[in-house]
C-alpha cells in the first residue's frame, strides 16, 4: 500500500515528520536509486529506500524511545543546524544520537529552556503537533516590570495574533522583582513565539522563559530531584500513556498533515 516517503521514514523511526521532508530537501534520500521528491509516495513492500547511500525498512525500526529533556540556553530544538549552532541531540550519548531516529516534539527556541520531548514515535509525534491537541504546557516567564491585573485579564482571555486570536490560557502572577515580575502561564496552544510575541504587544517583554510541564510530565516531580539543565531521563509508561491518551484521537492521514513550528 502505497503512503508519502515523509510517513514513512516516520513510522520507521527514521526522523519526525518535519526532519524526513528536510532530508528529502537536502537530497538525502532517494527512492529504487532515484533522488526522492518531496511529497511522493511509495510501497514500503515494492521499493528500495535509502537515507545517505545506506537502505532503510520497517525490519531496522529501533525500539520506541521517549525521553524529556532539559532544554539549555542557546541549544536549538532540530535534530541538524546549518548554521552549526549545537541541537539538541548533541545533549545525548552517541548510543542515542545514532541509529535511534530520536527527534524533538515540537520546538523551544534558542533563548527558551526547559520541557523537551525527544522520541522515535513518528504517529506519537505527529499527534502531539497537531493543532488538534491540547496538551497544556507550563511555562515559568519572566517579563520586564510590573503588568498589573487588567494586563493579565486580558491575556488570559486572549489576544489578536496575527488577526486571530489566541486561546484562553492560565496566566498567574508568582513574584515582583526590582523591575521584572515572574509569571506562570499555561497553554493549551503553541503559535510562533507565542509567549514572546503577546508579552510584547502587551508592553512587558520577556526576559527569560522556561518550560517546567508537559502535561503532567514535569522537569521537577513531586518528591523528587529536578532534572539538571541539559540532562535528559527516560520517560516512565505511566507518562507515555498520559501523552498517548490525550493525542487519542487525533488522526494519522496524509490529508491531514499540518506541520505545526512550536516556538515558544
Given at each position: 500500500m502505497e503512503a508519502r516517503l515523509q510517513k514513512v521514514l516516520s513510522q520507521w523511526g527514521i526522523a519526525s515528520r518535519r526532519e524526513a521532508e528536510?532530508?528529502?530537501r537536502r537530497s538525502r534520500v532517494r527512492i529504487n536509486g532515484v533522488l526522492a521528491q518531496l511529497g511522493q509516495k511509495v510501497n514500503?513492500?515494492?521499493d528500495i529506500i535509502?537515507?545517505?547511500?545506506k537502505?532503510?525498512?520497517?525490519q531496522q525500526h529501533p525500539h520506541l524511545t521517549y525521553l524529556l529533556l532539559n532544554k539549555p540556553v542557546g541549544v536549538v530544538s532540530t535534530c541538524y543546524d546549518p548554521q552549526g549552532r549545537k541541537t539538541v541531540l548533541d545533549l545525548l550519548p552517541e548510543k542515542l544520537r545514532k541509529g535511534l531516529g530520536l527527534h524533538p516534539v515540537g520546538r523551544l527556541d534558542a533563548d527558551s529552556t526547559g520541557?523537551?520531548?525527544l522520541t522515535n514515535d513518528g504517529d506519537l509525534t505527529f499527534k502531539l503537533t497537531h493543532p488538534r491537541h491540547s496538551i497544556p504546557k507550563t511555562y515559568q516567564v519572566l517579563v520586564q516590570g510590573h503588568p498589573p491585573e487588567a494586563v493579565l485579564a486580558m491575556w488570559r482571555q486572549g489576544v489578536l495574533l496575527d488577526g486571530r486570536k489566541t486561546r484562553p490560557a492560565k496566566v498567574s502572577f508568582l513574584e515582583s522583582l526590582a523591575d521584572q515580575s515572574r509569571l506562570e502561564i499555561v497553554l493549551q496552544e503553541g503559535r510562533n513565539r507565542q509567549i514572546r510575541r503577546i508579552a510584547?504587544?502587551?508592553g512587558y517583554p520577556v526576559t527569560e522563559l522556561h518550560r517546567s510541564a508537559i502535561g503532567s510530565i514535569q522537569?521537577?516531580?513531586?518528591?523528587?530531584p529536578p532534572l539538571p539543565t541539559g540532562n535528559y531521563r527516560v520517560l516512565q509508561d505511566d507518562e507515555i500513556r498520559c501523552l498517548q491518551e490525550q493525542v487519542k484521537d487525533?488522526?494519522?492521514k496524509d490529508s491531514a498533515e499540518v506541520r505545526s513550528v512550536e516556538k515558544s
Open positions: 528536510e532530508m528529502i514500503p513492500d515494492r535509502t537515507v545517505d547511500g537502505s532503510v525498512s520497517a520541557a523537551l520531548i510584547q504587544q502587551l522537569l521537577q516531580p513531586p518528591q523528587k487525533v488522526p494519522i
